[in-house]
């Protein structure tokens, strides 16, 4: 136990990607909204360590592996599933506490699972350059699935509709990766591709922060804000990316002329010291993942100036998002995922209607698909590289 408790690996890292793509020498996976976490399973205990190389496993005293084999490694991902979907604002809830009362407390209210989609090693054997459809092969084969670690699903091939139907959902988006794929130790490479679901919206400009840099004469980010049916304005945040020097100075000409007073009800929680607020003239268009519950963008980029639109015109989003009632939360295990996902993995494995029943043992619905895709393997400065592994690379 000591050689497999005392490791630090960095996972295995994805490419960006910016479309999606249909293609039977690929699988595809949810895109989980959540943590990642490499899984050592030894003698029926196991530690989490996450990207950072931290062990994890305290803050998850809800999460149960357990496997058919005395020791193993397998990489994976911790989720939170909150209104139907995984929510990483519901994780972070759990990421930052500390004391057993608290985490335990918190462990009730939000239950993670742990969704494994890879596994590294079994019992003295580096599966790392084994192709990746066989290594799904052994971890289906070595995890045994309880109500909060569960075996990640995937769709062979059909990564476009796949997407659509991710993205309908609301969910983060989707993991492409080559079925020969083999497993390399921290290193991001073009055989696992994350494909973004990204959306955009219509918002006013309504002032801007002060500017670091090269912006410490123009500004730092947009605050933006929309409109509620009732014409009330509200802030959605702020965005700092997306336009290159010339615009960014362009931007700051235009609202320098149109300065103006706050136009929000209440001062907005915002990162970032206002420079100046500007009456509500301008429209961006902005690309983002998704809202927060206090329905904030999330990851948003700016794309361009609507002149073609009327500020009255960005009329409100979800409100409601941020509303909390009891029974949100969903345990992976014990969700009805597959009356929810089921459409997605149709044909996931190869195998029309899947490798197993819609049901799991006990009528226990089985869960959607995950993340990541696999290589070869290559130790990253700071990481140890294992006893077990092969000395060099082919």
Not at 360 to 382: D, F, Y
Request: with cysteine; glycine share 8%; aromatic share 8%.
């Amino acid at each position: 136990m000591a050689e497999l408790w005392g490791l630090k690996i960095h996972p295995m890292l994805t490419e960006k990607e910016e479309r999606p793509f249909t293609d039977s020498d690929w699988i595809f996976e949810v895109k989980w909204d959540g943590t990642r976490a490499l899984c050592f399973y030894d003698g029926g205990k196991f530690k989490l360590q996450n990207r950072r190389l931290y062990d994890t496993t305290y803050r998850y005293p809800d999460i149960r592996v357990l496997a058919k084999a005395d020791r193993a490694i397998f990489d994976g991902e911790v989720v939170i599933m909150w209104e139907g979907k995984p929510s990483f604002e519901k994780l972070q809830e759990r990421e930052h506490l500390a004391g057993v009362e608290r985490i335990a407390r918190k462990a009730r209210e939000l239950p993670a699972t742990y969704v494994a989609f890879d596994i590294l090693y079994l019992d003295g054997k580096d599966l790392s350059a084994k192709p990746l459809t066989e290594r799904k092969k052994i971890l289906a084969e070595t995890l045994e699935e309880t109500e909060s670690s569960v075996l990640c699903d995937y769709v062979e091939g059909e990564g476009e509709a796949f997407y659509r139907i991710c993205r309908e959902r609301g969910l983060e988006g989707v993991i492409a990766k080559r079925k020969d794929s083999r497993y390399q130790i921290g290193k991001r490479t073009r055989t696992w591709l994350k494909i973004k679901a990204l959306k955009t919206i219509d918002c006013v400009i309504t002032g801007v922060t002060v500017g670091e840099g090269n912006r410490a004469d123009t500004f730092g980010a947009l605050i933006l804000g929309v409109y509620n049916t009732d014409g009330e304005l509200h802030c959605v945040g702020r965005v700092g990316t997306g336009f290159d020097q010339g615009m960014v100075e362009r931007l700051h000409r235009r609202m320098t002329a149109i300065r103006g007073e706050m136009p929000f009800r209440a001062m907005p929680p915002l990162a970032g010291e206002v420079k100046f607020w500007c009456r509500p003239e301008l429209v961006a268009e902005v690309e983002y993942l998704m809202l927060t519950p206090d329905v904030a963008l999330r990851a948003p980029s700016f794309q361009r100036l609507r002149e073609d639109k009327r500020p009255e015109d960005c009329v409100s989003i979800r409100y409601s998002t941020s509303a909390t009632s009891s029974g949100r939360h969903q345990n992976l295990g014990i969700s009805p995922i597959r009356q929810r996902f089921g459409e997605l993995l149709e044909n996931r494995h190869g195998v029309k209607g899947g490798h197993r029943s819609a049901e799991g043992a006990g009528g226990r619905p089985l869960r959607p698909p995950e993340l990541s895709v696999s290589e070869r393997i290559s130790p990253r400065r700071g990481c140890r590289r294992p006893s077990w592994t092969a000395s060099s690379e082919s």
